[in-house]
């Protein structure tokens, strides 16, 4: 938790990690979905200073539903070039075709 959090925040926050918990999630998963909750929440309102994801999205999500940042920092990962002149469907069929061809590559080896 944040000390610049509100106190509606924080109520957010235990009520998300109880709703996790019940769930069936452990505690630290349940406090990390809590906390990235809420934090996101802040930041889609403009509460915070950081307003664009520092992460690549999450692994289990497609591609499609990932926002340009995202994908960006994604591509940079998988070291991408010209990424940063892409636009979001560009960055897709680049990353689907990195992950596609060094797949391949570990096959045939």
Do not use: C, F
Request: glycine share 6%; proline share 3%; charged share 30%.
């Amino acid at each position: 938790m944040s000390t610049s959090w509100t106190p509606k925040d924080e109520r957010q926050y235990a009520h998300i990690k109880q709703s996790e918990r019940d769930r069936g999630r452990t505690t630290h998963q349940a406090k990390t979905i809590a906390a990235r909750t809420v934090n996101s929440q802040r930041r889609a309102e403009g509460r915070t200073p950081n307003r664009r994801s520092q992460g690549t999205g999450n692994p289990h999500t497609r591609l499609e539903q990932r926002t340009v940042v995202e994908l960006r920092n994604r591509a940079s990962q998988l070291a991408i070039k010209g990424r940063s002149r892409m636009n979001k469907q560009a960055l897709i069929n680049a990353i689907r075709e990195h992950t596609s061809s060094s797949t391949a590559a570990g096959r045939s080896r």
